[in-house]
C-alpha cells in the first residue's frame, strides 16, 4: 500500500490570527478550507523567528541544539533534515521558497531533497536576483517577466508535482512549501491589494476587538485581549525620527492609540495593511493551485497538509535590499515598507508582544492539519499544546517509521518533540516534559499550564495559560515556589542544549 503524502506550507510572519479560520477578515478561502475539513491546533508554538523556526521544523530538534544561523557552518551529522528519515521509505522530497538553515537544499549530506526551488533573497517579491534551482543559480527574475514571489514558489511546486506524477507516480512524496510572504517588504499585486481598499481605514484598535469577537465565536480562545503595547518594538528599528526622513511623516513607530494618530499617518497605516492582508490574500490563492494539483494527481485524500507560520507578526521597521523610494506607492516594487508595532499588534491579537519575542504574541502559530483519509472529526479545534518539533515526528508516525535511523548513532540526543497524530481524531493530552523557548534573551518554558517567561534582562513571569492565555496576569509573587521549579528546569536545558550545540552561549 503507498505511503500517505506529506506537504508542509510555512508562511512567514504571519499573525496567530490572520487567517479566517482563526478570526482574521482576510480573505482565505483554501486556508479556511482545509481546517474547517482538518482540525485546528490552538496552542501550538514557533520558535519565534524565521531560522530557528525553520531550524526546529526541518530537523526535529530546538534549534539551541542544533546552532542553526545562516552564517554559521554544517548542521552537525546527528542534526539531520526530514528528507534524511523520509527518503530510506521511499519518499521523493521537494522544496521550493524559503529555506533560511545552514546548509542547501539538495546536496544529501545537507538537506536532502531531491528538487529544490532556493530563494536566497528575501528583501524583494516582484523582482530577485539570487534564486537557485538544485542548488545552481537561475537567471534574475524581475517583474516584466511577471515574477512574483509567491506565485514563484506555487509554481516550482507544482513542477515539481508534474515531475512527481510523470515519473515517480508509484512513490509517495514529501513537498515543503516556504513562502516568503508576509515577511517585509511588504508587496502585492495591485489587483489583490484594491480587493482591501478601505478595510482597515477604522484602524487596529477596532479591527482587534472584531477578531477578538471571532477568535470567541469559533471557540479558539477564551482570554482576555491584551492591551496595546505602545513602547514596545524591536531594539533594532530605526528611530522615530529617522522613520519619519526615510518613510516620511505617515509612518508610525508606536502601538499607540488609532485616535491619536494623525489624519495623515491614518491614511498611510491603512495603506500598509491592505498591502500585508493582499500578501496572505495571494499566498491564500496559491495554496489553492497546489491543493487543486493535488485533487488532479488523485492524490488529495491521502495527503496530509500542514500549514503553519513561522512565528507572530512582525513590530520591525527597517529597511534593506534596494531601500524605499518615497514617492511609490505602498505595495510596489520601488516601496520598502514594514507592517510594524501598531498593526502587528492588531494580526497577533489577542496576544502581547511580537515575533522574536517568546511571549504568546511571538511564538503563537496556527497549526491547521488536513488528511482527508486520516481525520474522522473534521472541523473539530484540538487545545493540546504542541512546538514546531513536533512536526517532524508527526510525519514519522504517519509515515510508519522509526525516529532512530542507524545514521544517528546511539549517543546522539533524540527527537526533542512528540507526535501529535494521536490528537488528530481527538483532543487529548500528549504526555511531553516541556515545550523550550530561548531567542536573543528572551526566555520561556511551558510545563502543561505553566508558562515561565522573561523578556531580554527582565524578571521571570508565570502564567497559567489555561486562564490566561493573553499573559496578563502575573502570578510569579504567588507562587514562588513554581517560579523556582521552572528556573531551574530551563536553565538546565540549556545547559544540555548548549552542551550539544558545541556554542559557547546559548539563545
Known sequence: MKKTNLVMIVADDMGFSDAGCYGGEISTPNLDALGRNGVRFTQHYSAGRCWPSRACILTGQYYQQVPNHPDKGPLPDWGRTIPHYLKPLGYRCYHTGK???????????????DRSYYIRDYDRNFAVRNHQLDDRPLPPADQESGYYSSTAIAQYGLDFLDEHERQHEDDPFFLYVGFIAPHFPLHAPREDIDVYRGRYDEGWDRLREERMRR???????????????????????????????????????????????????????????????????????????????????????????????????????????????????????ESYLCLGPGWSTNCNTPFR?????????????????????????????????????????????????????????????????????????????????????????????????????????????????????????????QHPEKVAELEALWQKTAMEYQAQSGEPRIG
Open 99 to 113: 529555506w533560511h538553515v545552514n546548509q542547501v537544499p539538495t546536496i544529501i549530506r545537507h538537506g536532502g531533497f
Open 353 to 477: 508582544y511580537h515575533k522574536s519575542w517568546v511571549h504568546e504574541g511571538g511564538v503563537a502559530s496556527p497549526l491547521i492539519v488536513h488528511w482527508p483519509a486520516g481525520i474522522s472529526t473534521p472541523g473539530e479545534l484540538r487545545k493540546t499544546p504542541g512546538h514546531f518539533v513536533d512536526l517532524l515526528p508527526t510525519m514519522l508516525e504517519i509515515a510508519g517509521t522509526e525516529a532512530m535511523p542507524d545514521w544517528r548513532g546511539a549517543d546522539t540526543p533524540p527527537l526533542a518533540g512528540v507526535s501529535l497524530a494521536p490528537a488528530f481524531n481527538g483532543d487529548r493530552d500528549i504526555p511531553r516534559d516541556f515545550i523550550f523557548f530561548s531567542h536573543i534573551g528572551h526566555r520561556a518554558i511551558r510545563v502543561d499550564d505553566w508558562k515561565l517567561v522573561s523578556v531580554k534582562d527582565g524578571p521571570w513571569e508565570l502564567y497559567n495559560l489555561e486562564t490566561d492565555r493573553s499573559e496578563l496576569h502575573d502570578l510569579a509573587a
Open 215 to 333: 477568535l470567541y465565536t469559533e471557540g479558539i480562545l477564551s482570554c482576555e485581549l491584551s492591551p496595546r503595547q505602545p513602547d514596545v518594538k524591536p531594539e533594532w528599528n530605526v528611530t522615530p525620527e529617522q522613520l519619519e526622513e526615510l518613510i516620511g511623516p505617515g509612518e508610525a513607530p508606536y502601538a499607540c492609540a488609532w485616535d491619536d494618530l494623525t489624519a495623515e499617518q491614518k491614511r498611510f497605516q491603512a495603506r500598509k495593511m491592505e498591502v500585508h492582508a493582499a500578501m496572505i490574500h495571494r499566498m491564500d490563492r496559491e495554496i489553492g493551485r497546489l491543493i487543486d494539483k493535488l485533487k488532479a494527481m488523485g492524490e488529495y485524500e491521502n495527503t496530509v497538509i500542514m500549514f503553519v507560520s513561522d512565528n507572530g507578526a512582525s513590530a520591525e521597521q527597517i529597511i534593506r535590499g534596494d531601500g524605499h523610494d518615497k514617492s511609490a506607492v505602498p505595495g510596489t516594487e
